[in-house]
């Protein structure tokens, strides 16, 4: 089963910001959500995680089958590489991290704290919590933040590896990641303005 999104409404501090938003993700497909910063895609995302509801419309994908990646890396400071993607591979009930380490050329700091991280490293081990959850659907927002061109090379080619063997990509970003991909420019589904009602009573003309 793939991802589907059917007329979807979102809002931010209730208000509407996208409505209407439909598409569909299969097998071995990704879709990059495009458009201008503060147009709703980190809204749009969260909703599709199930991390905070829609005010209209539906997602359908299977239980359990989308793994979300923020802006936070969620990590813990005081555990090591290794002991972060072990932590995330028994909460989604994996128990293999070495591909992950070796995905993101990890394996050298794996046993460095990740408050001992730089900013890129801490972004290389977030992104490789994905690999251990065993999920088939990736729903990221802006992932390359704080990467340099080689890690953003090595996620490439982390997101090709996941779409091969069948799995599912809806990623937020503003940079060609060189790999075939749909475009969903999401400001083409921006919420009208909130009409704004002038209704005064005559007795105060």
């Not at 090591?80 to 591979?89: G, K, M, P, Q």
């Not at 809806?170 to 420019?185: K, N, P, S, Y």
């Amino acid at each position: 089963m793939g991802l589907r999104v059917d007329n979807l409404t979102v809002e931010r501090g209730g208000l509407a910001v996208l409505e209407g938003v439909s598409f569909e993700v299969a097998a071995g497909e990704a879709l990059f959500l495009r458009g201008p910063n503060g147009i709703g895609k980190t809204t749009l995302l969260r909703c599709l995680a199930g991390l905070q509801p829609p005010l209209a419309g539906e997602v359908h994908a299977a239980p359990d089958s989308i793994a979300y990646g923020a802006h936070s890396d969620g990590l813990k400071a005081t555990l090591s590489v290794e002991e972060n993607l072990s932590f995330w591979a028994k909460v989604f009930g994996q128990g293999e991290i070495e591909a992950a380490l070796d995905a993101f050329e990890l394996q050298p700091l794996r046993r460095r704290y990740a408050q001992a991280l730089s900013a890129g490293q801490k972004r290389r081990l977030g992104l490789a919590r994905m690999l251990v959850t065993g999920r088939p659907i990736w729903v990221l927002d802006e992932p390359t933040v704080s990467l340099d061109v080689a890690s953003v090379g090595l996620f490439a080619d982390a997101v090709r590896r996941h779409l091969d063997q069948g799995g599912m990509a809806v990623i937020a970003t503003h940079i060609d990641l060189g790999f075939e991909a749909r475009e969903l420019d999401v400001s083409a589904f921006r919420a009208k303005p909130a009409a704004v009602q002038d209704e005064f009573d005559e007795a105060f003309l």
